[in-house]
């Protein structure tokens, strides 16, 4: 278990350390920082200078080493659009999008697990069907396509829904959170669904693909020979095991829900990372770009590290260690 | 006559087998086939369907500008969709525009084929060190969605290039952005069946008659393991049409003035509160019918190919 935890922590080191080089090596090689913080007007002597001054001469190694060090503070350099320091853009903007994700991820597990349930408890009736045929064309469509259908609806021929925005924050701390007031909640729904639709088709065949195979096992042909209630082998035996994979799956999306926010934001104009990072994307400002890779590259490793951790802890048979003691 | 004969008892075998049986049986299939086909041909000959040019400024005339479709009121069937901004009619830049995203989406598939599949026979047959660093580099990549190594690769080479230089060269750098970020599945689908095939007695045999490596990869082991490579590209091919469409509509796929569907569907965004759906709505459909077809034919053949579900 302990060398599984220890190898895990490795590699999750390791990738963070190559992310960390695509993204150092951005920085040295495409463009010339010197060129990007002075403009045209400096003579070249003082470039030359200015060069030496930042440590831009010393080998590769240590100015990675001085890169991974800045960077572990928090301090990401400064923005060549903004002339700020790419930290405190981040810093303002994440809030908006982490929000936007967990409500997603937590809307698309609150529909697509009750509609697997259905779809895989009762395959033949007509709802399930109705619920595989939506959500297939629902994995065909572009998520970019989906947002603008649903503002085509609810905000242009009903004017129900704010299309753009995140409404009245309030701020708690450095946080601003948008879930505390009416227009905020409103300005969150379509964004959200935009979002969370594609996880849903995808949780709820996940879902219904469970309950199908473990319906046909023994234990609930057992269960149900023990004279125990439709309500107690579907929910108590069934879909308790169905969960592991459910929960695993995910938390895995989760990062791939963080990543996509930047389609969702830049369709409804929601100001967080991802909208940031299509804007930097136009002008070539690699200082956000990298620190925008970096930290999409942390959530990933954590959640997937989290992920793996917690599967181990959830499922005996993946415990070595039981199995050599079993035999 | 020999060389006739034998295409027509090819053709034969070809329709008395299983997957044309499984083919004919599915009304679904034959159904996204046939809308594939068709898209396939109104890219191909787009320049002698559309009923207007909609890039050859001359012939544009602004007094046509926002026409909406021609069931509505105002409305001409010169301009079947309607028309946009600056009078270009719908109808014609979405078979521009399908031609666009086709090719994109296939070359991208292409080159992410080519590079996938090369690397997966030299990572599975040669295997030692330059084993390790292929899949780690695929594992690394491998947890990073698609969408955002295809943004990074574009924005690093617009941080190279200059502004008009990238425009000449946009579709290009397209097609390399979207395919570096789909090899890995490939990679790791060969890699693995080369590890199972390289034991088998073909192998060795041929080994044994002295081919070189190389020769051995691509005459007797590349056959044997492109059914599942196959099935990938299918599937592949609709997500790169996806991607595309969404990195125009980001604005940093092709240049607007050799629009795909992802970017009229972009310029369309800028009308929808004024009234003017028709600009963003007909290319959304015509992109999302596209692939769902597409999507359709990846799922049949995934199936089709499946031992385990025959």
Redesign the interface.
Same mark, same amino acid.
């Given at each position: 278990m302990i060398a599984f935890v220890i190898r895990r922590l490795l590699q999750s080191v390791l990738?963070m350390l190559?992310?960390a080089f695509v993204a150092f090596s951005?920085f040295n090689y495409? =463009?010339d920082p010197i060129q990007a913080m002075v403009g045209q007007d400096v003579s070249l002597a003082d470039r030359a200078q200015l060069r030496k001054q930042l440590g831009l001469e010393d080998p590769v190694i240590i100015r990675f080493a001085r890169f991974v060090g800045n960077a572990l503070e928090g301090n990401f350099g400064v923005s060549y659009r903004m002339q700020e320091p790419v930290g405190r853009l981040i810093r303002e903007r994440l809030p908006a999008s982490l929000e936007l994700s967990f409500i997603a991820a937590a809307f698309a597990l609150l529909a697509g697990v009750p509609m697997g349930v259905y779809s895989g408890l009762y395959p033949r009736r007509w709802l399930s069907r109705l619920f595989l045929s939506v959500s297939?064309?629902g994995?065909? !469509?572009?998520?970019? !396509?989906i947002g603008?259908?649903l503002?085509?609806f609810f905000a242009?021929l009903l004017p129900l829904l704010p299309s753009f925005g995140r409404g009245d924050v309030v701020k708690i701390g450095w946080w601003s959170t948008g879930l505390l007031t009416a227009s905020g909640l409103k300005a969150l729904i379509m964004p959200a669904i935009t979002l969370g639709l594609f996880q849903v088709t995808l949780i709820m065949r996940l879902v219904r693909a469970e309950i199908l195979e473990v319906m046909r096992t023994d234990y609930i042909k057992f269960a149900r020979a023990r004279g125990l209630t439709n309500r107690a082998v579907h929910y108590g035996h069934a879909l308790k095991n169905t969960l592991v994979p459910v929960i695993t799956i995910t938390g895995l999306q989760l =990062?791939?829900i963080i990543?996509?926010s930047?389609?969702t934001e830049?369709v409804f104009n929601w100001p967080g990372m991802g909208l940031l990072?299509?804007q930097?994307?136009?002008f070539?400002d690699?200082p956000v770009?990298a620190t925008y890779?970096v930290l999409?590259?942390f959530f990933?490793?954590v959640i997937?590290l989290v992920a793996d951790l917690l599967y181990f802890a959830v499922d005996p048979r993946l415990r070595s260690d039981v199995a050599t003691k079993a035999h | 006559m020999a060389a006739v004969d034998h295409i027509a008892d090819r053709f034969r075998r070809a329709l008395d087998s299983d997957i044309y049986y499984s083919f004919r049986q599915s009304r679904l299939t034959m159904l996204s086939a046939l809308v594939t086909l068709l898209f396939l041909a109104a890219a191909a000959f787009a320049p002698w369907i559309a009923p207007h040019n909609p890039f050859d400024l001359a012939s544009l005339d602004l007094s046509n500008a926002l026409k909406p479709p021609f069931w509505m009121e105002d409305g001409t069937l010169a301009f079947p969709f309607g028309s946009d901004d600056q009078g270009r009619d719908v109808f014609s830049t979405i078979l521009f525009g399908a031609r666009i995203s086709l090719m994109v989406g296939l070359f991208s598939v292409v080159f992410a084929l080519l590079l996938g599949v090369s690397l997966g026979l030299i990572s599975g047959y040669v295997g030692g060190v330059v084993d390790s660093i292929i899949m780690r580099i695929a594992d690394v990549q491998l947890s990073f969605p698609a969408i955002l190594i295809a943004l990074m690769i574009d924005g690093v080479v617009r941080g190279i290039v200059s502004g008009q230089e990238y425009e000449r060269i946009a579709v290009f750098v397209l097609v390399v952005a979207i395919g570096l970020s789909f090899w890995v599945q490939y990679a790791r689908t060969v890699r693995g069946s080369v590890l199972v095939e390289r034991n088998k007695e073909y192998v060795q045999a041929a080994r044994v008659v002295g081919l070189s490596p190389t020769l051995i990869m691509i005459r007797h082991v590349l056959p044997n393991v492109m059914g599942p490579v196959l099935v990938i590209a299918t599937i592949n091919l609709a997500i790169a049409i996806i991607l595309e469409a969404t990195l125009s509509f980001l604005g940093i796929g092709v240049p607007p003035t050799t629009p795909s569907l992802g970017t009229l569907i972009n310029i369309g965004n800028n009308y929808l509160f004024s009234g003017q759906w028709w600009i963003t709505l007909f290319p959304g459909l015509a992109l999302a019918v596209l692939v769902l077809a597409v999507n359709l034919l990846g799922d049949w053949l995934r199936d089709a190919l499946n031992p385990k579900l025959r």
């Open positions: 990738v190559t992310v951005l495409v =463009g297939l064309v994995a065909a !469509l572009p998520t970019f !396509l603008i259908l503002i085509v242009v =990062g791939q990543a996509f930047i389609i830049t990072f299509v930097s994307l136009q070539a690699i770009m890779l999409i590259a990933i490793v997937n | -």
